[in-house]
C-alpha cells in the first residue's frame, strides 16, 4: 500500500508520511510550520502569495513582508528535504501562486471536512445530503489549530470551520427527528456540546433522553448546563435564556409517588447560609416575590448588587482574577447570610443577592460584614462596591 502525507489539524496539529512523524521540532508555532499548514487547508491547490503575506504577516509591523517570505519559504524547502518525505521538489512558486505538490498522495482533514460540506450544500436528496452531514460530524474533530488560536489567520478559519460544523449538525439534528432516532440525536449532541458548551447542543440531547425513557440522564445534563451556566457568568441574551428555559421544560421525571416528589424537592445536604442558584433560576425567585408583594401586599425584602472591584477602586476585569475572587465572595455569602437568603452570579464581577425579610435599614450592616470576611479572606487586599437595587418599593 502506498504511503500518503497524512495531515490533521482540526483539534490538534500532526502530520505524517505512513508510520514516521514530521514533528517540526521546536518550530511547531514557526511561521515556516504555520506556511506549511496554510498549504495543507487545500493540498495540492494554489495560494496566492499576497494572500500568504496577509495570513503570516497582516498584522506584525515587518520591514520587508515580502523578503520575510521567501526566506520562510527557503526554511520550509529545507525542512521538507531533511524531513521523512522521499526527495521531491514539494514548493512550486509560478507567476505569484505557490503551490504544495510534490507527487505524493496527500490528505488532511480540514480539506477533507470542507470538501464533505461542499458536498452537503450541493446535494438535493435528503437521505444524501444527511449522509455528506453524518461524514462532516466525523471528520470535524475539535477547533482548527487550537495551539495558534492567537493567530488572527487560525481565529479566521476556525471561526469558519465551526460555522460550518454548526451548519451540518443543525441539519443532521433535524433529519434525525424526522425519522425519530432519537439514538442518534443523543450521540450526535452529545458530541456537539462537547466541542462547544452552551451553544443550544444540551437542549437537543436532553430532549432525546426524555423520548428514550433515560430521565436520570436528562435531568443531570440539565444541572450540568446550569451549573456551567453559573461558572462562566456573564450576561445572557434573551435568545440564550429562552434556550435555557427550554432544557428546563423538557427535564420531567416518570411518575412518581408523594415520597418521591417530596425526596426531588428537597435539598440532597442542607447546607448554611445563603442558598446559590444559576442567574434563570434567581430571576424565577426574585420575580416570584414581586407576584407576592403585589398580591399579598408589602413583604419585606432587599436586593443587592456585589461587585468586586480592583486595587484602584474600580470593577475588576481580569477574567482569571474574578474567578478566584469570586469563590471568596460566596464563601462570606455562605458564612454571614442567613439559609433564606439567595444569590447568583450576574457577570464576570457582579452577583445578585435577595436578602428576605430584611429591609432598607439593614443595608448597611450586611454590606459591611460581608466586605469586612471578604477583606479577611483576601489577606485585607480586596473590596467590592455593594448598591442597593430594591427594598420592595422601588420596581
Same mark, same amino acid.
Not at 458536498?119 to 445530503?129: A, I, P, S, T, V
Given at each position: 500500500m502506498a504511503k500518503k502525507l497524512l495531515v490533521k489539524m482540526l483539534g490538534r496539529f500532526s502530520a505524517c508520511y505512513g508510520d514516521e512523524v514530521l514533528g517540526f521540532g521546536r518550530q511547531r508555532d514557526s511561521k515556516f510550520t504555520q506556511l506549511f499548514q496554510i498549504l495543507m487547508t487545500r493540498p495540492g491547490q494554489g495560494f496566492d502569495k499576497g494572500d500568504i503575506l496577509e495570513f503570516l504577516y497582516g498584522q506584525e509591523e515587518v520591514e520587508?513582508?515580502?523578503?520575510?517570505?521567501?526566506?520562510?519559504? $527557503?526554511?520550509? %524547502?529545507?525542512?521538507?528535504?531533511?524531513s521523512p518525505l522521499p526527495p521531491g521538489d514539494y514548493l512550486t512558486l509560478s507567476e505569484g501562486v505557490l503551490c504544495f505538490d510534490g507527487g505524493i498522495?496527500?490528505?488532511?482533514?480540514? *480539506?477533507? $471536512?470542507? #470538501?464533505?460540506?461542499?458536498? =452537503?450544500?450541493?446535494?438535493?436528496?435528503?437521505?444524501?445530503?444527511?449522509?455528506? #452531514?453524518?461524514?462532516?460530524?466525523?471528520?470535524?474533530?475539535?477547533? =482548527?489549530?487550537?495551539?495558534?488560536?492567537?493567530?488572527? *489567520?487560525?481565529?479566521?478559519?476556525?471561526?469558519?470551520?465551526?460555522?460550518?460544523f454548526s451548519k451540518v449538525v443543525n441539519y443532521l439534528l433535524h433529519y434525525l427527528k424526522e425519522d425519530g432516532d432519537y439514538r442518534s440525536i443523543e450521540s450526535v449532541s452529545a458530541r456537539a456540546a462537547e466541542l462547544y458548551p452552551y451553544e443550544g447542543w444540551e437542549? *437537543?440531547?436532553?430532549?432525546?433522553?426524555?423520548?428514550?425513557? %433515560?430521565? +436520570?440522564?436528562?435531568?443531570?445534563?440539565?444541572?450540568?448546563?446550569?451549573?456551567?451556566?453559573?461558572?462562566?457568568?456573564?450576561?445572557?441574551?434573551?435568545?440564550?435564556?429562552? %434556550? =435555557? +428555559? %427550554?432544557?428546563?421544560? *423538557?427535564?420531567?421525571?416518570?411518575?412518581?409517588?408523594?415520597?418521591?416528589?417530596?425526596? #426531588?424537592?428537597?435539598?440532597?445536604?442542607?447546607?448554611?447560609?445563603?442558598?446559590?442558584?444559576?442567574?434563570?433560576? =434567581?430571576?424565577?425567585?426574585?420575580?416570584?416575590?414581586?407576584?407576592?408583594?403585589?398580591?399579598?401586599?408589602?413583604? #419585606? $425584602?432587599i436586593l443587592f448588587l456585589c461587585t468586586i472591584v480592583d486595587a484602584g477602586g474600580c470593577p475588576a476585569n481580569d477574567r482569571e482574577y474574578c474567578k478566584k475572587q469570586g469563590k471568596k465572595l460566596c464563601a462570606s455569602f455562605k458564612a454571614h447570610l442567613r439559609r433564606g437568603d439567595v444569590y447568583a452570579k450576574y457577570s464576570e464581577n457582579q452577583y445578585l443577592l435577595l436578602c428576605i425579610g430584611a429591609g432598607k435599614e439593614n443595608v448597611p450592616d450586611i454590606g459591611m460584614r460581608i466586605d469586612t470576611d471578604y477583606r479577611k479572606r483576601c489577606g485585607g487586599r480586596g473590596s467590592i462596591r455593594y448598591r442597593l437595587l430594591d427594598d420592595g418599593k422601588m420596581w
Open positions: 520587508d513582508p515580502n523578503a520575510s517570505l521567501n526566506n520562510t519559504i $527557503f526554511r520550509l %524547502r529545507k525542512y521538507l528535504a531533511a498522495e496527500t490528505e488532511s482533514d480540514v *480539506w477533507n $471536512f470542507e #470538501c464533505a460540506v461542499r458536498e =452537503f450544500e450541493k446535494e438535493q436528496d435528503r437521505h444524501k445530503k444527511a449522509a455528506a #452531514c453524518q461524514n462532516a460530524c466525523i471528520l470535524y474533530q475539535g477547533e =482548527f489549530l487550537p495551539q495558534l488560536s492567537n493567530e488572527q *489567520w487560525v481565529i479566521e478559519k476556525s471561526r469558519n470551520y465551526g460555522k460550518m437542549s *437537543w440531547r436532553v430532549e432525546s433522553l426524555i423520548a428514550l425513557g %433515560r430521565h +436520570r440522564e436528562a435531568e443531570k445534563v440539565y444541572q450540568e448546563t446550569a451549573a456551567y451556566m453559573q461558572e462562566i457568568g456573564g450576561f445572557l441574551s434573551k435568545n440564550q435564556q429562552a %434556550r =435555557f +428555559r %427550554r432544557v428546563g421544560d *423538557w427535564v420531567r421525571k416518570p411518575e412518581g409517588t408523594v415520597e418521591d416528589i417530596g425526596r #426531588c424537592l428537597m435539598e440532597q445536604e442542607a447546607e448554611e447560609g445563603a442558598y446559590s442558584c444559576t442567574l434563570p433560576g =434567581f430571576f424565577d425567585c426574585f420575580r416570584m416575590l414581586k407576584r407576592t408583594v403585589a398580591r399579598e401586599g408589602p413583604v #419585606c $425584602f
